[in-house]
């Protein structure tokens, strides 16, 4: 649990931001690595405006599948990215607060159907505020939010005894391996992010060597997963960064970022990795948990109790079949994902892991 956890002082770079599902993403760039958090992991992200080129900083994080980390608290004599020690509660938005008004009006005018609709709604919005407050209060009191919180405060008293020491001079430059691939190199700038409607997938567009270019990825967010336990970053593309891009018939295959050495697979069909089944069964399965203590809640709230073997019932087979689903669906997708054409996709894969040395994110 702790063995990927690390601990370095090096020197800042620089750092960027994009906005990403309800937060921002960060990326700070050092001369050892780089590092990925959201905004809302930390009280104040201020400190990083303070720093310049060179300061010497300390940092928490683990490793990502590719090659980057992501941060879990970092400390400078300029100020600190702070961890978050206080649970905070999810409250519903203010205009929410409308609902019992109006569902006392239904009840007056007799409106069962409204009333009933109106209730259902409200009942939902506070499921998702209960949900959401035990998932912060869980990513709290995780036994690794625990030991990484004991590493910040020891560090803060001044000792470093734990800490890597690492000042190299440059990173280690991303150079393409030789292929006969098209490969083309030009910088990214005018980014915009789009989530299409009605859709699980977000839309990123941008310009390169005076060309509009865009590639679609699945916007499975890690909401409801602690970022403990993150594998991968978002898809980070800022407006400067260097791309070499595999271009060819109109879209995009794949993409290596010189700026932070990271790499992304797009394959363009229906294509499983291990990485995307894991973001898959994770997303799904908190769904599947979520969706049987709502029915069953629910139940208990329209049925008398007498009937309480009718709901748990109910409720187990309901449990039974949202298990069972995700797991029948992976297979299918699995299956007819190996019956179409990968090869084109496995020479991408293969330049982009000789490339960087680290298996890209697919997206």
């Known amino acids: 649990m702790k063995d990927n956890c690390q601990f370095i002082t090096n020197k800042f770079y620089r750092y960027d931001y994009i906005p990403y599902g309800h937060t921002d993403c960060y990326r700070i760039i050092t001369n050892e690595g780089v590092y990925f958090f959201y905004k809302n992991q930390f009280i104040d992200v201020s400190v990083l405006d303070k720093l310049n080129e060179g300061d010497v900083i300390h940092i928490a994080s683990h490793a990502l599948n590719d090659g980057t980390f992501w941060l879990h608290w970092l400390v400078s004599w300029k100020g600190d990215l702070a961890i978050r020690n206080k649970l905070h509660c999810a409250f519903p938005h203010p205009s929410t607060l409308i609902l019992p008004f109006l569902i006392l009006i239904g009840f007056w005018l007799d409106l069962q159907f409204i009333t009933l609709f109106l209730a259902t709604g409200l009942f939902l919005i ?9 998932f912060r209060l ?7 939010q625990f030991f990484l919180r004991q590493r910040y405060h020891k560090l803060k008293k001044g000792d470093l005894s734990f800490m890597k020491t690492s000042f190299l001079e440059h990173r280690k430059t991303v150079n393409c391996s030789s292929t006969d691939l098209p490969v083309y190199e030009g910088i990214a700038t005018n980014i915009d ?4 409607y009605r859709s699980e997938r977000r839309k990123i567009l941008f310009d390169f060597s005076g060309v509009r270019l865009f590639f679609d990825e699945l916007a499975l967010d890690n909401d409801h997963i602690p ?11 800022a407006s400067g960064d260097k791309l070499s891009l595999i271009f060819e018939n109109n879209k995009i295959h794949g993409i290596i970022n010189h700026t932070d050495g990271s790499s992304y697979l797009i394959p363009h069909c229906i294509w499983i990795s291990k990485q995307k089944a894991k973001t898959l069964l994770r997303n799904w399965y908190f769904y599947t948990i979520f969706a049987p203590i709502a029915f069953l809640l629910l139940q208990i709230i329209i049925y008398p109790i007498k009937e309480f073997d009718f709901i748990m019932n109910g409720f187990l087979w309901i449990t039974s079949g949202a298990q069972i689903i995700p797991l ?15 090869s084109y996709a496995k020479r991408v894969l293969k330049w982009l892991y000789q490339t960087t040395g680290h298996w890209p994110k697919e997206l």
Do not use: A, E, G
């Open 126 to 134: 506070l499921i998702w505020c209960i949900c959401s407050t035990l």
């Open 138 to 144: 869980i990513n709290l009191v995780l036994p690794k």
């Open 193 to 196: 992010r789009q989530l299409i």
């Open 227 to 237: 970022v403990v336990y993150s594998f991968c970053h978002p898809t980070f593309i």
């Open 328 to 342: 029948l669906l992976l297979l299918f997708y699995t299956l007819f994902s190996y019956l179409n054409d990968r």
